[in-house]
């Protein structure tokens, strides 16, 4: 659950659906456009007095603009009916080995008009979410998929399905309505055996809905093994379902998709909401509350925070995060067990160049202290600070409830407000000790965008 508004901008004949991180996706208005509208002033019908030689420059210009314009308009772009598309996206320059298929079913509410493109949707989840799980899994996974040829109309207005903006109180039954009612709706016209995901995507509101993004499965609805979607004619969907809003910011269309990516084991989501759940239901302004349930790690994963600022693109996940989807190659986590001296040369968690991206201590069976360097390199320009974080991980929780949590960031600054200063750097806050577990760490020198680090016992 976040909050936030798409803006909308009407100019020059054109409305502009403008979404974090205000990448500009233009639809043209209805009507008649004219064709001069296209291009610089100047550049339309020739006058009686342009002389021969210009009047030939300003047909090729135009005739060369149709061309491009042309082949602009027979790109394919994916949809439940077999355009043409590359089997592997590319990521960092190679074949991504894991391609994660998701249907995209536009939904719509007989009350709720609106004027979002399909094309928007494709935009949102293949290109922009793409992009993000590409830098994030460094080139492993791709998100791929199709968008439904049209709109599906809903058989009741978004009132019977609207729901809670708080996680604990949403009306599970609407939840199920919605999306048994959305996939009647494909059943016909969808094989969903070619997907890995669905995902809802409404043209409604966050005012009209309730949330503006959130996981149906593994999420709302459980997350046992045995629960199982399924539609009526006996299809079954695989992996889960997530449900957005037009306006859902891209750490939200990652956060809610990561749920299903990270799957189920042994009865546990791999990859869980990091805030609050019990500090998220409490009253209050929404954005606030959320806010405040953001104590576990604070703005440095959007399976915290989402996004850290509206106007940015989400940060970069944390290692924890990276573990958990199995985006973290393991010849790059430093393992030092408590009690034994090491040092580290911790490159950037952003950069995959680096020799060492992570360092874990293990502390108990379930236990352990995991060290990574945050710089400002791709998505993590979009943090609040830089540093060394130390989070304290424990295998045994689940959720974050009753006050626990899988993992929690170590606080090197609690005088800064929502972690925002958790971060320890040379000159700042340069050593954490454990007296309980016999830890020591220290940063020793930063080289560069690298941090030489010091694991020991304290006594």
């Not at 919605?178 to 005012?207: H, P, Q, T, W």
């Not at 995060?321 to 001296?341: C, F, H, N, Q």
């Not at 006050?403 to 929690?408: D, E, L, M, Q, Y």
Request: net charge positive; with cysteine.
């Amino acid at each position: 659950m976040v909050v936030g508004e798409s803006k909308r901008i009407v100019s020059d004949n054109q409305v502009y659906f403008v979404s974090p991180p205000f990448r500009q996706y233009s639809r043209p208005s209805r009507g008649v456009q004219r064709l001069s509208g296209y291009f610089p002033r100047g550049m339309g019908k020739a006058s009686d007095t342009t002389s021969g030689a210009i009047s030939k420059r300003r047909a090729r210009f135009l005739l060369c603009s149709i061309v491009l314009i042309s082949l602009f308009a027979v790109q394919p772009f994916t949809s439940v009916h077999g355009q043409p598309r590359q089997e592997m996206m590319r990521g960092r320059g190679q074949t991504c080995p894991i391609v994660q298929q998701g249907l995209i079913i536009l939904v719509e509410f007989p009350d709720v008009p609106h004027t979002i493109d399909k094309r928007y949707a494709q935009k949102r989840f293949f290109k922009e979410l793409n992009e993000y799980v590409q830098e994030m899994s460094c080139g492993k996974v791709c998100i791929q998929g199709d968008v439904t040829d049209k709109w599906y109309r809903m058989p009741h207005p978004v009132a019977e399905y609207r729901i809670s903006s708080r996680n604990l109180e949403v009306d599970k039954s609407r939840l199920t309505k919605l999306i048994l009612d959305a996939l009647a709706e494909v059943d016909k016209d969808v094989n969903l055996s070619k997907y890995s995901f669905v995902a809802i995507f409404m043209g409604a509101r966050l005012k009209d809905y309730g949330m503006i993004g959130l996981c149906g499965y593994p999420g709302m609805l459980g997350w046992s093994t045995q629960d199982i979607l399924k539609t009526k004619s006996g299809q079954v969907v695989r992996g889960g379902v997530a449900i957005f809003s037009y306006q859902a910011h891209l750490g939200t269309l990652f956060h809610d998709t990561a749920h299903i990516l990270g799957g189920v084991k042994e009865g546990k989501r791999m990859v869980p909401c990091l805030y609050d759940h019990d500090l998220q239901a409490k009253p209050g302004s929404m954005r606030e509350t959320f806010v405040d349930a953001i104590i576990n790690m604070g703005f440095w994963d959007p399976m915290s925070c989402h996004y850290y600022k509206w106007e940015m693109p989400p940060p970069g996940i944390s290692s924890w995060t990276k573990m958990r989807l199995g985006w973290l190659d393991p010849s790059k986590v430093r393992v030092i067990k408590a009690g034994e001296r090491g040092e580290v040369l911790l490159g950037p968690l952003g950069d995959p160049k680096a020799e060492t991206l992570a360092t874990k201590i293990p502390v108990t069976e379930s236990t352990y202290y995991l060290i990574e360097n945050r710089q400002a390199i791709g998505f993590d320009r979009n943090l609040p600070g830089n540093g060394v974080l130390i989070m304290h991980a424990d295998d045994s929780v689940a959720e974050c409830r009753h006050g626990k949590s899988p993992v929690k960031l170590v606080n090197a600054n609690s005088s800064v407000p929502h972690l925002e200063g958790a971060a320890f750097d040379i000159g700042k806050n340069t050593s954490y000790v454990d007296l309980r577990h016999n830890v020591k760490i220290d940063l020793i020198d930063k080289l560069g965008n690298s941090y030489k680090i010091q694991i020991g016992p304290y006594q």
